[in-house]
């Protein structure tokens, strides 16, 4: 094999590096994400009104792509009124409509975030709810 | 066929830079969210542009400029740098009449006259160069009231509107602003900035979409006279009809919105 | 024929682990002011552009002023600027990314760069300027590379090039007027508002750059077995000549301009930057420094006797580019905004940190240049006759 030794200590980098974040973490796996919805706010509410402004599946997936929508229009276009497609009103904003109601940023935003290690920065400058200490 | 190393690494690359940006041409368009019933609050206050007169005449005491300031800087969640006069954030604040008016002074104006503090802030000029020169229409003008907008998710801090603002309206945030805002009165209604944007006065868009007044109007006690300045019967155009009035630097073809009268 | 570059004696690594040091501090500068923001510059509320756009602004010069050599090579076929043409070409190549790296350092949010491109505006004259810029950079390394890869196989350069040669003539006074443009078009900055600036900034761009490729070319014959030549950089000499006389001629009118109407907007920037304004002076020594080393640049130049002594022309040309660098990345920045429109003063000195960042593009610029020119030049050292035939001197 011509220059036997130099592919093999190669190989060897390579596959140090890709196995490396696996050893690194000793094969452990972090906790799946369960976010909650038991707060204050949310159990104040009559069973049957505990709903965000669209089913859960559609804010499980696409939640991120409507705040960008919900942030052009309101700041850009001045439409501040958000109609669901059940026929209810929202008025769009983070902090004061969905944070309301979220007010569990930790276990609500943060902990699927972590996971899912994506570093939002909303709260670079949007004020999260003040939580109780629990 | 024949290729060497050199023309498939070549073609090879290519095609992976096209795939890839075509993939993500068709994803950004597949995805958006499939909603267009968005609207306007039906208690926003509407015009086709907004203007506001500073009634000078009404400005007796420092109190009366405090309040307006106060109003403005508390709502709006705006930072209170004082370590560093050239990190300074400003919305509203006062302005004496040499530096409000460069080039109207002469040399037998009264001291009182050159000192005397003017209320100023953006002009939500007709014209505004701002708005001609950012990179990213991150500042613009909006096009149901006029008011001249700042996206502050957009703004990518090239400093370039400020450069153009000849009213020095426009700050710059060259800290983390958030040590700086006093916890106890943050509203926590309003965002914060963060560091690397540019920020200025927004005409209060937030609180009209509401149906109220802007903050500095409500605390002024009629020294500031806010309305459309193109509905011939509202309070701005019932003032510059009847009185004499002034604008800041109107020669240079920005069309402030904001007049003054004394 | 990227393996050329790794490929060099000692002196070469010298200078590049020299420069790699210097990029390193820089490096950890930044990401200091990533981290705290723009407020670790000297940069104030007045004062919203500092020394990297002023060095930003006079690199698009320097880059623009490869036209220099080109325009003459390749539409008067002026075939003593044969050897020099690639030298040209890949200066333009690092001053275009460093004009690049300075934009980008200067932002204050500098993971949206992209914004840019995703919201286009074409009346921003930025917007433009990163187009233009972008554009510029790769003609430059389209005709220099396919050039020198012609001239390594002893070939005539291929015919499909010629378009793109033709295009990067036109495309370089393009770059440099669009950035006169960032400033010419302000309402309310008076020192920048005025319609001679994009011809004041061509003017020192093409004194600048051609006096920074003639120390160039002379480093290169001190260094290698390459010699640009004499006569290139005797006529290289005359065009800094004539557009360092067009330049201070321009400057000239400005200050024509300004006293002669007594229009106190139009002189207030002039007074603070060359005698102070209201017991602000920060700016005069050094304003001072730049008109003298224009004396002296003009004094070595317009003489003939002196500009053909190739030691005297090394030092008028030194003259010329930091007389031009402190007017042009400095104080022609910082001027616009002193005193600001609300006529107050507040006044700009860079801080340690911006400077380490400020010297850290600087390096990176070279480090790119040092590798063009190392693989240019042995390109050029394997080639005895150029491909007019003519024999190289050898100087040793």
């Known amino acids: 094999m011509y220059n036997g030794g130099k592919i093999i200590i190669g190989v060897i980098i390579f596959v140090g590096l890709v196995t490396f974040p696996f050893l690194y973490s000793g094969g452990k796996t972090t906790a799946k994400p369960d976010p909650k919805v038991d707060t204050p706010e949310i159990l104040k509410l009559a069973e049957n009104e505990r709903k965000c402004v669209e089913p859960k599946a559609y804010m499980k997936g696409e939640h991120m792509k409507m705040l960008n929508e919900w942030r052009d229009w309101v700041v850009r276009d001045g439409n501040t009124i958000y109609t669901a497609t059940n026929g209810k009103q929202y008025t769009m904003s983070l902090q004061n409509t969905c944070m309301k109601c979220h007010s569990n940023k930790k276990k609500f935003c943060d902990e699927c975030h972590n996971y899912t290690a994506v570093k939002p920065y909303c709260w670079d400058c949007h004020i999260e709810p003040k939580e109780k200490e629990s | 066929m024949s290729m060497n190393r050199r023309e498939f690494l070549k073609i090879a690359g290519i095609s992976t830079i096209l795939g890839l940006g075509g993939v993500s041409a068709v994803h950004g368009l597949r995805n958006r969210v499939e909603a267009s019933q968005i609207s306007p609050a039906p208690k926003a206050l509407k015009a086709k542009r907004w203007a506001m007169v500073v009634d000078m005449s009404k400005f007796k005491k420092e109190e009366d400029y ?19 006069p050239k990190h300074e954030i400003k919305w509203l604040w006062k302005e004496t009449y040499e530096h409000a008016f460069p080039g109207t002074e002469d040399e037998y104006l009264s001291e009182e006259i050159k000192h005397l503090p003017f209320l100023v802030l953006c002009n939500h000029c007709d014209n505004p ?16 009231d006029g008011i ?40 926590l209604e309003f965002p914060t900035r963060t560091k690397g944007v540019v920020e200025k006065c927004t005409l209060c868009y937030e609180r009209l979409a509401t149906g109220l007044q802007p903050a500095c109007v409500e605390a002024s006690k009629g020294a500031l006279i806010f309305g459309d300045i193109e509905d011939p019967n509202s309070g701005v155009r019932k003032v510059l009809g009847a009185r004499y009035s002034f604008r800041r630097r109107p020669e240079l073809g920005t069309r402030p919105s904001v007049y003054y009268i004394i | 024929m990227l393996e050329l570059a790794i490929k060099g004696s000692r002196r070469y690594w010298g200078l590049v682990i020299f420069l790699l040091a210097i990029i390193g501090v820089g490096f950890i500068s930044y990401l200091y002011q990533f981290r705290i923001g723009l407020g670790i510059t000297g940069m104030s509320r007045d004062v919203s552009w500092g020394i990297y756009i002023g060095q930003f602004t006079f690199l698009v010069g320097v880059a623009a002023a490869a036209v220099m050599v ?22 333009a190549v690092p001053s275009v990314i460093m004009c690049m790296l300075f934009i980008f350092v200067d932002m204050g949010q500098p993971l949206r760069v992209l914004n840019v491109l995703l919201h286009p505006t074409p009346n921003s004259v930025m917007f433009f300027d990163m187009v233009v810029l972008a554009g510029y950079l790769f003609l430059n390394i389209l005709v ?21 040669i033709y295009i990067a003539i036109a495309w370089a006074p393009s770059i440099h007027i669009v ?38 070319c002379l480093i290169v014959r001190r260094f290698t077995k390459f010699d640009p030549g004499k006569e290139a950089i005797q006529t290289l000499g005359k065009t800094i000549t004539y557009t360092m006389i067009l330049n201070v001629l321009f400057l000239g009118f400005e200050f024509f ?38 004396v002296v640049a003009l004094f070595l130049l317009i003489f003939p006797q002196f500009r053909k002594n190739e030691s005297l022309l090394a030092i008028a040309c030194m003259a010329t580019f930091f007389s031009l660098w402190i007017d042009k990345g400095f104080g022609l920045v910082v001027g616009g905004f002193v005193p600001s429109p609300l006529e107050k003063i507040t006044e700009y000195w860079p801080t340690l940190p911006e400077t380490l960042i400020t010297l850290a593009v600087w390096a990176i610029g070279f480090l790119v240049l040092t590798i063009l020119y190392k693989i240019a030049v042995s390109v050029k050292e394997e080639v005895v006759f150029d491909k007019y035939g003519e024999k190289q001197v050898q100087t040793e």
Request: proline share 7%; aromatic share 14%.
């Open chain 3, 70 to 91: 080109v325009l003459p090579y390749y539409l008067h076929n002026y075939k003593k600027y044969g050897k020099i043409a690639v030298l040209a070409e890949f200066l």
């Open chain 2, 66 to 84: 405090q309040r307006c300031i106060d109003a403005c800087h508390q709502v709006h969640n705006v930072p209170n740098i004082t370590d560093n």
């Open chain 3, 144 to 164: 220099g590379w396919t050039i020198l890869g012609a001239e390594r196989k002893e070939a005539p350069p291929p015919k499909w090039i010629k378009p793109f």
């Open chain 2, 148 to 187: 001249v907008m700042m996206d502050m998710h957009r703004c990518i801090g090239c400093r370039f509107c400020m450069a153009a603002c000849p009213y020095g309206a426009r700050s710059f945030n060259y800290k983390d602003p958030i040590p700086f805002i006093n916890e106890a009165k943050k509203n």
């Open chain 3, 179 to 216: 950035t006169a443009f960032l400033y010419a078009g302000l309402p309310g900055r008076h020192f920048w508002l005025t319609a001679i600036m994009a011809a004041r900034f061509l003017a020192s761009a093409f004194a600048a750059g051609p006096a920074l490729i003639i120390i160039l």
């Open chain 3, 257 to 294: 301009t300004a006293f002669y109407s007594q229009i106190p907007g139009h002189m207030h920037s002039f007074v603070y930057l060359y005698t102070g304004l209201h017991g602000y002076s920060q700016l005069v020594p050094i304003m001072w420094l730049s008109s003298i080393l224009a």
């Open chain 2, 129 to 144: 160069s701002c708005v001609r020169v950012c990179p990213t229409k991150a500042t613009f003008k909006r096009k149901s």
